[in-house]
């Protein structure tokens, strides 16, 4: 598993970035900049701790294809932890297996620092091999998304 750090810099207000970056306020613009791993990026659950939470995408066949995650912070304009546990397919959760052991237990965290009226965020996350130049590609592109919409 490597370790990856992404940062944007946003002429916004962190409760902004924030809210937009979860889609608090509207699920679309958390849509938005995901669109960026997938065009039909989407989450099902609440970003409260403690939470489970789905994040997905809908398959050229019609199904259903993400992560299981469980929030394991969220300090609102702040920072927030994701861990990864499994794997959705269909309406089905993965969580054991071969497949699982790879990533289970993997985070994904946000980190958002006011700078005077402008926002940090700092995205720190665990991959596993295969995804690095995935992740390397269209991380930084989904930031810049990100920015654009907190910017308009």
Not at 29 to 55: D, V
Not at 91 to 120: L, Q, R, V
Not at 130 to 152: Q, R
């Amino acid at each position: 598993m490597k370790k990856l750090e992404f940062k944007v810099n946003i002429s916004a207000p962190v409760d902004k970035a924030y809210d937009f970056m979860l889609g608090i306020s509207n699920k679309f613009t958390y849509e938005q900049w995901t669109s960026i791993f997938n065009p039909t990026s989407t989450y099902e659950g609440s970003w409260g701790k403690g939470s489970k939470i789905l994040f997905f995408g809908i398959d050229d066949n019609g199904e259903k294809g993400g992560m299981v995650s469980k929030i394991i912070d969220n300090i609102p304009n702040q920072f927030v932890s994701i861990q990864h546990c499994g794997l959705l397919k269909g309406n089905e959760e993965i969580t054991e297996g071969p497949e699982i052991e790879k990533w289970a237990n993997s985070f994904e965290n946000y980190t958002f620092t006011n700078d005077n009226g402008s926002t940090t965020v700092t995205v720190n996350l665990d991959v596993i091999e295969e995804f690095l130049d995935y992740m390397n590609t269209h991380y930084p592109k989904a930031l810049e998304k990100l920015k654009e919409l907190c910017e308009k």
